[in-house]
């Protein structure tokens, strides 16, 4: 077994059955210390609703902790976040102006100031109206000159960021960073928001058994070899992927 990068999203990926999530750590715990195995989370919480879980759930500490759905990262809970990575996040970001616009649509329901970042600003929207508001909105923003993403998860929640922030990217920075090749990352996911992760290189994908329609739909547009369905739900999903792809033995 070699040194790999571990990345995976929290809510319903890595998190949702204690027990497997049990076993998991473990195996981590022992790869880090044996082969200097690195482990990333992404999540779309704060840092503040991170360490919420933190305190429910036991969640092995992190290398790097992406927050915000990719436009944060920290290296130790209390530190500021990474500043090369924010200034990548600042150049051509306008909150006001995302947050104007954003207003005139009555179908957006703001979510609570926990959750609205620097660059990050997330509404709660039904899926009944989601395909038109998005398409309204997403027209607006560029009308107005705004280079921003549109990240819709779970049916319900909405995130505005940066253009060139998501989970992907952060990701790819780190990796990058510290120098571990696409084949030897595995990237974890179940929703909307984690999409990024799978579409930037050969980054070896499990979508955990309990995926939503939304990013199983994605998968189906975009067959890869190099990504993984998994049949458990949850870190099982995430135990059986890593044995596929030789991560464990
Ligand atoms: C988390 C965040 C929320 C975000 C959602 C989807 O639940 O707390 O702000 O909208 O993830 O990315
Ligand atoms: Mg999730």
Request: glycine share 6%.
């Amino acid at each position: 077994m070699t040194k790999f990068l571990f990345v995976s999203d929290l809510d319903n990926t890595l998190v949702g059955d204690d027990q497997a999530l049990e076993e998991l750590n473990q195996k981590l715990k022992q790869h880090r210390q044996e082969y200097d195995t690195k482990i990333v989370y992404t999540t779309g919480r704060s840092l503040t609703l991170y360490q919420q879980l933190r305190d429910e759930k036991h969640l092995l500490t992190p290398d790097a902790l992406v927050t915000a759905v990719g436009t944060e990262i920290y290296y130790h809970v209390g530190d500021h976040p990474d500043p090369t990575w924010s200034e990548q996040m600042a150049s051509g970001w306008d909150r006001e102006t995302v947050i104007n616009t954003a207003s005139h649509f009555a179908d957006l329901t703001p979510q609570p100031e926990t959750e609205q970042r620097p660059f990050k600003v997330s509404y709660f929207l039904s899926e009944v109206v989601a395909a038109d508001v998005l398409f309204e909105l997403e027209d607006l923003l560029q009308k107005r000159g705004l280079s921003v993403r549109l990240i819709y998860s779970g049916s319900k929640d909405l995130d505005i960021i940066p253009r060139r922030g998501n989970k992907g990217a952060a990701m790819q920075f780190l990796r990058q960073n510290w120098g571990i090749e696409a084949t030897q990352t595995v990237v974890c996911g179940d929703s909307g928001n984690d999409i990024a992760l799978f579409s930037v290189d050969k980054e070896r994908g499990i979508i955990v058994g309990n995926a939503l329609p939304e990013l199983l739909r994605w998968c189906e547009i975009n067959p890869a070899d190099y990504r993984y369905l998994a049949k458990s739900h949850y870190a099982a999903g995430i135990l059986e992927g890593l044995y596929y792809f030789g991560f464990f033995k």
